[in-house]
């Protein structure tokens, strides 16, 4: 009896022993998946930080531009990309006076040369005239305003000519024109005069006053041509927008 006794009492040392074996183990497993799962979310919070911060960084690296004729006058200023690259022709005295004429011709490439912004600013007249039934008519039309210069938005259009040509623009416009007339109002089959009398923008000073022609997003050196509107997307498209929306000038009569 005392022999069976002995063997019973083993027999429950010896299974307590493995429950408590299995149980370390259930517990030890169970705080390694949690090490696990923490781990896995700091590398996650970590990885997402630091994209975060290079597309913060990318998107911090933007130049100053500005339009060296119009300084002295009525700045007119942008920001572009640090990749992109700016180049200008000067004609004429600068700053500019009030008997001869003077021009400045901005562009900023992109990096792969796909497209470019241009800026052509002058102190000349603005020449001819738009009849609308000589004229044809838009087909689509978007815009936003600008949030640095009043009275001035980014706008892209498509137009039909009378012969069925089409043409496209993506650039700033005039957002008013002759006080009531609002960009607002316009709609398919209107007038294509209704958009290319915005196109030309004005800046003055005390005493002289600057045009600012079509600044827009240009592929080919063209700002319009036809079916230039399948062009506009893309990351270097998007980055051209961004140049247009940042700028920055004062209107005469906006």
């Known amino acids: 009896m005392a022999v069976k006794r002995l063997q019973n009492g083993s027999a429950h040392v010896i299974i307590i022993i493995v429950l408590v074996v299995a149980l370390i183990g259930a517990l030890g497993w169970i705080f390694w998946q949690n090490m696990s799962r923490n781990k896995d979310a700091d590398l996650h919070k970590s990885d997402k930080h630091a994209t975060s911060n290079k597309v913060e960084e990318r998107e911090a690296k933007l130049v100053s531009g500005h339009s060296e004729l119009a300084q ?44 470019s912004v241009g800026f052509d600013i002058s102190n000349g007249g603005i020449g001819g005239m738009c009849v609308p039934e000589e004229e044809g008519k838009i087909r689509s039309l978007s815009y936003e305003g600008l949030q640095n210069t009043k009275g001035v938005s980014f706008a892209t259009y498509v137009t039909d000519d009378l012969d069925g040509t089409k043409h496209s623009y993506a650039g700033l416009i005039r957002t008013v024109v002759g006080g009531s ?74």
């Open 72 to 115: 002295s006058l009525s700045p007119l200023t942008f920001k572009y990309p640090e990749t992109w690259k700016l180049n200008r022709e000067i004609k004429g005295p600068n700053p500019p006076n009030g008997s001869d004429i003077s021009s400045e011709a901005i562009t900023i490439t992109a990096p792969d040369d796909s497209m």
């Open 181 to 254: 007339n609002n960009v607002a109002s316009l709609k398919a089959g209107d007038s294509s005069c209704s958009v290319y009398l915005r196109n030309a923008l004005s800046v003055s000073g005390s005493s002289l006053s600057l045009n600012v022609m079509s600044p827009s997003i240009r592929i080919n050196g063209q700002d319009t041509s036809p079916d230039i509107s399948s062009r506009y997307s893309g990351r270097m498209y998007e980055e051209a927008k961004a140049i247009l929306l940042s700028t920055k000038m004062t209107l005469s009569n906006p």
